[in-house]
């Protein structure tokens, strides 16, 4: 029904399966080998495959995704890429029977960066009289990192050499993940409504296509959605397509739109450290502070606010605002400790226990924050809390 919609609408719906055992969430289950995944050699792995495929094709789907990544290399990456190389090249086949002309997308196990390894060997073919994967096979690529903050199209071009096909497909995480930079891949204080950026404009004539990676949550996902279309068909700036889906955003949802950029800016910096010397984290909150109050009063008109993009937003607002609480206070020199030790309860609450303090800086969920919760709130009331940087004296 899905796929008979989306015709309808002028889209080409894509199924997509992984036949192997993933990686992740656990290490396979007790008793169960890590090897049980789909094989190339095997006509009825393949024929099982097809069958999942078969509904779609009856309908008119002629693109199909077969996604191997995140899959154990077994019993060695070469071995492994050799069977990704048989099952790509059968499954094919085999839809060729179905539908004409078929067309795979595929995630390889090795989807990320531009170097040789012995999977890629093997999957490309590099020690047979044919090698490469078919001018009818597309190959998924994240860019040097699972996410990137730069993507350059001589690096795409490159990938697809090493995995044995010239049509790549850009697989962007850029939205996925809740704050941008190239790792770790999530970030739960924070929420991705930045600017879809750092793309090489070559990108757009030497890749095959583009899939972008939102979080599931369709309303604050579409901001990400909007940019990467407009950037695709290069219309204006990065910084221009950015204000454009904010605001068609707030237009959509009835939010204040104020409040919703001045919001997205908070989320869209990266990784506080501690300031250096207790000077540099005076002058920072003295710097910082209209700025924590102007989130603060975004934060209360997107509280106030209703509807699904709200709604989709209210956890991220609520801790948002008590960082902001906090660290008005310690500008103004209030004790801390019990202040700081009940926003922490209220971020686990809203976002889940997920709370980490990494050695040497926190992630916290407002880019004002950032700079002024840290640097002046650090030393006095996460010393209660065994986190203080041995050493750091009052600011």
Same mark, same amino acid.
């Given at each position: 029904?899905?796929? $008979? +919609?989306?015709?309808?609408?002028? !889209?080409?719906?894509?199924? /997509?399966?992984?036949? =192997?055992r993933?990686?992740?969430?656990? %290490?396979?289950?007790?008793?169960?080998?890590?090897?049980?995944?789909?094989?190339g050699?095997?006509?009825?792995d393949?024929?099982a495959?097809?069958?999942?495929?078969?509904?779609f094709?009856?309908?008119?789907?002629?693109?199909?995704?077969?996604?191997?990544?995140?899959?154990?290399?077994?019993?060695?990456?070469?071995?492994?890429?050799?069977?990704?190389?048989?099952l790509?090249?059968?499954?094919?086949?085999?839809?060729?029977?179905?539908?004409?002309?078929p067309?795979?997308?595929?995630?390889?196990?090795?989807?990320?960066?531009?170097?040789?390894?012995p999977?890629?060997?093997a999957?490309?073919?590099?020690?047979?009289?044919?090698?490469g994967l078919?001018p009818?096979?597309?190959?998924f690529?994240?860019? $040097? +990192?699972?996410?990137?903050?730069? !993507?350059?199209?001589?690096? /795409?071009?490159?990938? =697809?050499?090493?995995?044995?096909?010239? %049509?790549?497909?850009?697989?962007d995480?850029?939205?996925?993940?809740?704050?941008?930079?190239?790792?770790?891949?999530?970030?739960?204080?924070?929420?991705?409504?930045?600017?879809?950026?750092?793309r090489?404009?070559?990108?757009?004539?030497?890749l095959?296509?583009?899939?972008?990676?939102?979080p599931?949550?369709?309303?604050?996902?579409r901001?990400?959605?909007?940019?990467?279309?407009?950037?695709?068909?290069?219309?204006?700036?990065?910084?221009?397509?950015?204000?454009?889906?904010?605001?068609?955003?707030?237009?959509?949802?009835?939010?204040p739109?104020?409040?919703?950029?001045?919001?997205?800016?908070?989320?869209?910096d990266?990784?506080?450290?501690?300031?250096?010397?207790?000077?540099?984290?005076?002058?920072?909150?003295?710097?910082?502070?209209?700025?924590?109050?102007?989130g603060?009063?975004?934060c209360?008109?997107?509280?106030?606010?209703?509807?699904?993009?709200a709604?989709?937003?209210a956890?991220w607002?609520?801790?948002?605002?008590?960082?902001?609480?906090v660290?008005?206070?310690?500008?103004?020199?209030?004790?801390?400790?019990?202040?700081?030790?009940?926003?922490?309860?209220?971020r686990r609450?809203?976002?889940?226990?997920?709370?980490?303090?990494a050695?040497g800086?926190?992630?916290?969920?407002a880019?004002?924050?950032?700079?002024?919760?840290?640097?002046?709130?650090?030393?006095?009331?996460?010393r209660?809390?065994?986190?203080?940087r041995?050493g750091?004296?009052?600011?």
């Amino acid at each position: 029904a899905a796929a $008979r +919609h989306a015709a309808e609408l002028g !889209i080409e719906w894509i199924p /997509a399966l992984s036949p =192997g055992r993933p990686m992740l969430p656990n %290490r396979g289950a007790p008793g169960v080998p890590r090897s049980a995944a789909a094989r190339g050699d095997r006509a009825a792995d393949v024929a099982a495959i097809v069958d999942r495929y078969r509904p779609f094709a009856e309908v008119g789907c002629t693109t199909f995704c077969l996604l191997l990544d995140d899959t154990w290399k077994v019993p060695t990456p070469t071995a492994a890429g050799r069977d990704h190389r048989r099952l790509i090249g059968a499954v094919r086949a085999a839809l060729a029977e179905v539908v004409d002309d078929p067309e795979l997308l595929v995630c390889l196990a090795t989807y990320h960066g531009i170097a040789d390894s012995p999977y890629l060997r093997a999957v490309r073919g590099a020690d047979t009289d044919a090698p490469g994967l078919g001018p009818r096979v597309s190959v998924f690529w994240t860019g $040097r +990192h699972v996410l990137s903050t730069q !993507i350059d199209a001589g690096d /795409a071009v490159r990938y =697809g050499q090493l995995a044995g096909s010239p %049509r790549v497909v850009l697989f962007d995480n850029v939205g996925v993940a809740d704050f941008s930079g190239p790792e770790p891949l999530c970030e739960p204080s924070r929420v991705y409504l930045g600017p879809y950026d750092g793309r090489d404009g070559q990108l757009r004539t030497e890749l095959a296509g583009v899939v972008v990676n939102p979080p599931a949550l369709p309303h604050i996902g579409r901001v990400t959605v909007r940019q990467m279309v407009g950037w695709f068909r290069d219309e204006g700036s990065s910084e221009d397509r950015w204000r454009r889906a904010l605001d068609d955003a707030a237009e959509d949802a009835e939010v204040p739109v104020d409040a919703l950029r001045c919001f997205a800016v908070m989320h869209h910096d990266g990784v506080a450290t501690d300031p250096a010397t207790a000077g540099e984290a005076e002058r920072a909150a003295i710097a910082d502070a209209d700025a924590c109050q102007a989130g603060l009063d975004a934060c209360h008109l997107l509280a106030a606010a209703r509807g699904p993009l709200a709604d989709e937003l209210a956890p991220w607002v609520s801790v948002t605002e008590q960082y902001l609480q906090v660290a008005l206070a310690a500008h103004r020199g209030e004790p801390l400790t019990r202040r700081w030790a009940r926003t922490l309860g209220t971020r686990r609450t809203a976002l889940g226990d997920r709370f980490v303090v990494a050695p040497g800086h926190t992630r916290i969920g407002a880019n004002a924050v950032d700079r002024l919760a840290l640097a002046t709130v650090r030393t006095r009331a996460l010393r209660h809390l065994g986190l203080a940087r041995p050493g750091a004296k009052e600011p």
